[in-house]
């Protein structure tokens, strides 16, 4: 059987309280049979986790933009396909500021 995967979607580059949730939230999924990408902004939230034993891919962060839609879309597209690559059952955005970023690729999976 194959476990399921969840990808969580960090906002931040620095360590705070986020950050530590997640950890938690990703710690407590590995107990239910959860394997856990961390997707993050920055080196030292990525040393963090991987410290920990989490699998860790960095991303761009793109703001939505009427004026420049299309560095938004392509960054989605680009962030959809990992997401489909890595088989992906479970997106968790920790913060209202990851799915600025991330939503449509979400969607678009």
């Given at each position: 059987?194959?476990?399921?995967i969840?990808?969580?979607?960090?906002?931040?580059?620095?360590?705070?309280?986020?950050?530590?949730?997640?950890?938690?939230?990703?710690?407590?999924?590995?107990?239910?049979?959860?394997q856990?990408?961390?997707?993050?902004?920055?080196?030292a939230?990525?040393?963090?986790f991987a410290s920990?034993?989490?699998?860790?891919?960095?991303?761009?962060?793109?703001?939505?933009?009427?004026?420049?839609p299309?560095?938004?879309?392509?960054?989605?597209?680009k962030?959809?396909?990992?997401?489909q690559?890595?088989?992906?059952?479970?997106i968790?955005c920790?913060?209202?500021l990851?799915a600025?970023?991330?939503?449509?690729a979400?969607?678009?999976?």
């Amino acid at each position: 059987m194959i476990s399921p995967i969840a990808a969580h979607i960090l906002p931040f580059h620095g360590i705070a309280g986020t950050e530590i949730a997640t950890l938690r939230l990703a710690q407590a999924l590995r107990t239910h049979g959860f394997q856990s990408i961390m997707f993050c902004p920055g080196s030292a939230v990525q040393d963090m986790f991987a410290s920990e034993g989490f699998r860790t891919v960095l991303y761009e962060q793109v703001e939505p933009s009427y004026r420049h839609p299309k560095n938004y879309w392509l960054n989605s597209l680009k962030l959809a396909r990992c997401f489909q690559q890595e088989r992906v059952t479970l997106i968790h955005c920790a913060d209202v500021l990851a799915a600025e970023f991330t939503s449509l690729a979400a969607l678009l999976v």
